[in-house]
């Protein structure tokens, strides 16, 4: 058990001194992750997807987001920042997004890339990808870390459906690897690539990539903290003038229901769903083959998109409001897509198919799995059946299914412990 | 009565068995060994909101034991087409699903009315579905063929005015 605790990342962290055990994360865990035994709360490494839920529920910050420290960029020679489109949705509107683009030069980056450059290939990727996978479907989107690792957790027979190639942020950091050591005749390990990201899920991603073949990206930073550094620098950024180029066409790829959109055309037929318990929904459906009419499900895990990330720090529908009306009125904007083309029928994007992390299973052996259940079954009779989460674990499903795997008593149901003592 | 009246009310079976798998459903039918969990599911009628639970922990307790993801899904679109068929064209019934270490057998009984001709209900596109379900987006005709071609074996049984007895069985390996 050890072992596969230590085998994922994550950028969830408990501080216990904090932790009151009220058991608010215990009921929001879609993976059922999280326990309170004796007041605390620990999550099992294995189950979390990193979504984020209960950083967003926890009321005495308990459970903090972990992202890196931007001090980290200076091992590097040469420094890019990649923002995440919903970084542009952050700022109030005497706050230009090219201003707050150029304040991340003043932070010590020498590049700034937007993952909204982009967007015109992804889409164009994404179609391609539906049509020479007609026997998928429906194809389901890759770009949310979280909902990847969900499917791989809770829905492992739809791995295949999952979109294999690269997300944006990450298409971009292979093209910028490769046009950086070429044009600024640098080493690859003297370039530090790093993203500036909305959730905790995408910090996980960076650190431990499900399915990539090489070295990706060197760290990434929340988009809350640099929004702080940023509103330090910004005055000065405002005033100096000249600034740079930005491409406000493609952020909307942080609305999921804008993605849909824009893949949807005459022979694709798109999905938006949006929200970790409606995702799950959606996928019960698809296992179902009962979205079988759908070529494209974009998935994620947060409200409205990416703008819901818990490392924002604007409300996701004004966020969402904003890149919109920055996106309506820009001009198009193509950016290198002949090179990233020829990365992508080169296979640069391809990823490794993703492998399942049941993590349901009672039991590797079928015949002990079901002996389990048997046992799970009788002790869920005993069972009050309030789902109240008193003991620690969100259901009384979930309870006797903890007692049979030894990792709680009966005595930890606080109702039954009530009738006892009444009983007496 | 007259005699042709009489033959549309016979009592009506329906087999269809994967070749592989008679000799393990011939066996299983005459020893009819107690199921290791048994899951059981109300279905009312008409009630589209709510029909597909029983399927849908069906597939969670398939999960819990390690079912293979392709079978798993196989079994999911059988025991989800029978469920709303229930609700669908039924007067509601229940569902129970008896779980095993190597397969599922899973009964749906019925109140009534009764499938009148049992080859025709298994004909694709053949659907006897009323405005209401087909305004639900259900009821195209494929309901039966779905689930026979999901299923190692699927026994129907059914006559015109009593309940309809379906029952599927699938093996995990």
Redesign the interface.
């Given at each position: 058990m050890q072992e596969i605790e230590k085998k994922y990342y994550h950028a969830i962290q408990i501080v216990s001194e904090n932790c009151t055990g009220c058991t608010a994360c215990v009921r929001v865990c879609p993976t059922e992750a999280i326990r309170v035994r004796e007041r605390k709360a620990s999550i099992d490494n294995s189950r979390c997807i990193d979504c984020g839920m209960c950083v967003e529920v926890c009321q005495f910050h308990a459970i903090i987001p972990r992202s890196d420290p931007l001090d980290m960029i200076r091992k590097y020679k040469y420094k890019v920042a990649i923002i995440s489109a919903s970084y542009a949705g952050q700022f109030t509107e005497d706050i230009s997004y090219p201003a707050s683009k150029k304040a991340l030069i003043e932070l010590g980056f020498d590049e700034v890339a937007e993952e909204a450059m982009v967007t015109g290939f992804m889409i164009t990727m994404i179609r391609e990808y539906i049509r020479q996978n007609r026997h998928i479907r429906p194809v389901l989107s890759s770009n949310c870390p979280a909902v990847v690792r969900l499917i791989q957790v809770?829905f492992?027979?739809l791995?295949p459906n999952i979109l294999h190639q690269e997300a944006p942020m990450s298409v971009l950091t292979r093209f910028l690897r490769d046009k950086i050591q070429r044009e600024e005749n640098l080493k690859d390990d003297e370039i530090g690539i790093f993203l500036i990201v909305p959730c905790v899920a995408h910090v996980t991603a960076v650190h431990q990539p499900e399915g990539v073949y090489r070295h990706l990206q060197d760290g990434a930073f929340s988009i809350g903290m640099i929004y702080g550094k940023v509103r330090e620098v910004i005055r000065k950024v405002q005033e100096s003038g000249d600034l740079p180029e930005t491409y406000d066409q493609g952020l909307t790829i942080a609305l999921s229901g804008v993605e849909a959109e824009m893949v949807e055309c005459d022979d694709i037929n798109a999905l938006s769903v949006n929200g970790i318990e409606n995702v799950m929904n959606i996928l019960?459906k698809v296992?179902?083959?009962?979205l079988d009419q759908y070529d494209y499900v974009v998935l994620r895990s947060c409200t409205n998109g990416c703008v819901g990330g818990c490392l924002n720090v604007e409300n996701p529908f004004v966020a969402m409001s904003r890149i919109k009306k920055m996106s309506k009125n820009a001009p198009t904007k193509e950016v290198v897509i002949d090179e990233l083309d020829t990365l992508y029928r080169r296979g640069e994007f391809a990823v490794v198919p993703l492998e399942?992390r049941?993590i349901?299973?009672?039991?590797?052996d079928?015949?002990s799995?079901?002996?389990k259940?048997?046992k799970i079954?009788e002790f869920l009779i005993m069972l009050p059946g309030l789902n109240c989460g008193a003991c620690g674990s969100p259901t009384c499903y979930a309870l006797a299914e903890d007692i049979v795997l030894g990792k709680a008593t009966v005595d930890d149901c606080v109702s039954l412990l009530k009738r006892y003592v009444r009983d007496e | 009565m007259p005699d042709c009246a009489v033959a549309r009310f016979e009592m009506a079976e329906y087999w269809h068995i994967n070749p592989i798998r008679t000799e393990s459903i011939r066996k299983y039918l005459e020893l009819r060994p107690e199921a290791e969990v048994v899951l059981l599911g109300e279905i009312a009628e008409k009630d589209f909101v709510n029909a597909g639970k029983g399927s849908s922990e069906v597939k969670n307790a398939l999960k819990r034991l390690g079912v293979d993801p392709d079978t798993l899904r196989r079994i999911a679109v059988a025991a989800y087409e029978a469920e709303i068929n229930v609700a669908a064209h039924s007067r509601g019934g229940r569902m129970t699903s008896m779980i095993f270490d190597d397969m599922i057998h899973i009964v749906y009984e019925d109140r009534g009315p009764g499938i009148a001709d049992i080859e025709q209900a298994m004909t694709p596109g053949f659907s006897t579905a009323d405005d209401l379900v087909r305004e639900m987006g259900f009821g195209a005709g494929l309901g039966l063929p779905n689930i026979q071609k999901n299923a190692d074996g699927l026994h129907i049984h059914s006559e015109a005015g009593s309940p309809t007895i379906v029952e599927i069985i699938t093996y995990f390996i």
């Open positions: 809770k492992p027979s791995l019960s296992e179902d083959h009962y399942p049941s349901m299973e009672l039991d590797k079928i015949k799995a079901i002996q259940m048997k079954n | -």
